[in-house]
């Protein structure tokens, strides 16, 4: 389920990554928004959230609040730019923090460009939500071998110095373009038709798909529907 604020900006451009999911809104400075969380929380095996650190505590939903909702719950919190330090307070999203960590100013002396020269993807984005699916599985793996409820922190900064770690392909400007022949697929969605990328898993029998089709922002009520 994906969870929005109705009084804050909402992106209705999230429709491939909507696949699957439930679309609600909960205004939590109202009492009846919070009550329609914590019910849904109760039932939870992970929450993601990717707020300011401190934004979501100030609403009573903070990490230890979430446990004592639903003991051995998994939380993982995705910041800009981590939790501590002068810019652990600080919003921000995946183009800021590329020119925080240098990646603009790397890319425009590779290109020989006059100005900073933006990635041609959201690296930053990509990269943290997958080291999230990995934190949040093995977060689950030691619920169950350990129990206790845990805590998952990552932060786009920290993933861009990880990426920069790992050094620049050799002629890099020179690769071909990916192809993605035979990885599309276009499905209905609360936009009209969705081309996308197709389901990445395989299985030897059932084909993967998502349950559920993309669909905007509040579409679906704040609870989980009937089994």
């Given at each position: 389920?994906?969870?929005?604020?109705?009084?804050?900006p909402?992106?209705?451009?999230i429709?491939?990554?909507?696949r699957g999911?439930?679309?609600a809104?909960?205004?939590?400075?109202?009492?009846?928004?919070?009550?329609a969380?914590?019910?849904?929380?109760?039932?939870?095996?992970?929450?993601?959230?990717?707020?300011?650190?401190?934004?979501?505590?100030?609403?009573?939903?903070g990490?230890?609040?979430?446990?004592?909702?639903?003991?051995?719950?998994?939380?993982?919190?995705?910041?800009?730019?981590?939790?501590?330090?002068q810019?652990?307070?600080?919003?921000?999203?995946?183009?800021?923090?590329?020119?925080?960590?240098?990646?603009?100013?790397?890319?425009?002396?590779?290109?020989?460009?006059?100005?900073?020269?933006?990635l041609?993807?959201?690296?930053?984005?990509?990269?943290?939500?997958f080291?999230?699916?990995?934190?949040?599985?093995?977060?689950?793996?030691?619920?169950?071998?350990?129990?206790?409820?845990?805590?998952v922190?990552?932060?786009l900064?920290?993933?861009g110095?990880?990426?920069?770690?790992?050094?620049?392909?050799?002629?890099?400007?020179?690769?071909?373009?990916?192809?993605?022949?035979?990885?599309?697929?276009?499905?209905?969605?609360?936009?009209?038709?969705l081309?996308?990328?197709?389901?990445?898993?395989?299985?030897?029998?059932?084909?993967?798909?998502?349950?559920?089709?993309?669909?905007?922002?509040?579409?679906?009520?704040?609870?989980?529907?009937?089994?």
């Amino acid at each position: 389920m994906l969870v929005n604020a109705p009084h804050l900006p909402n992106i209705e451009a999230i429709a491939d990554t909507s696949r699957g999911k439930l679309s609600a809104l909960a205004d939590l400075r109202e009492p009846a928004g919070r009550e329609a969380l914590a019910a849904v929380v109760r039932d939870v095996h992970v929450f993601i959230q990717g707020y300011r650190p401190g934004g979501l505590a100030a609403l009573g939903f903070g990490p230890a609040e979430l446990a004592a909702l639903r003991p051995g719950i998994v939380v993982v919190s995705l910041s800009a730019y981590g939790e501590t330090g002068q810019w652990g307070g600080r919003r921000g999203f995946d183009s800021l923090v590329q020119s925080a960590t240098g990646f603009n100013l790397a890319e425009a002396m590779a290109a020989g460009a006059p100005e900073p020269k933006a990635l041609p993807v959201q690296i930053l984005d990509m990269a943290t939500g997958f080291l999230i699916a990995f934190g949040a599985q093995a977060a689950l793996l030691r619920q169950q071998r350990e129990g206790g409820s845990w805590r998952v922190r990552v932060s786009l900064a920290r993933t861009g110095l990880w990426l920069r770690s790992l050094g620049r392909v050799a002629n890099g400007f020179d690769a071909p373009p990916p192809d993605f022949s035979g990885l599309m697929e276009t499905t209905s969605s609360g936009w009209g038709d969705l081309t996308a990328m197709r389901h990445a898993a395989e299985f030897s029998h059932t084909p993967a798909r998502w349950r559920r089709p993309s669909v905007r922002p509040g579409t679906d009520p704040l609870a989980w529907p009937a089994p």
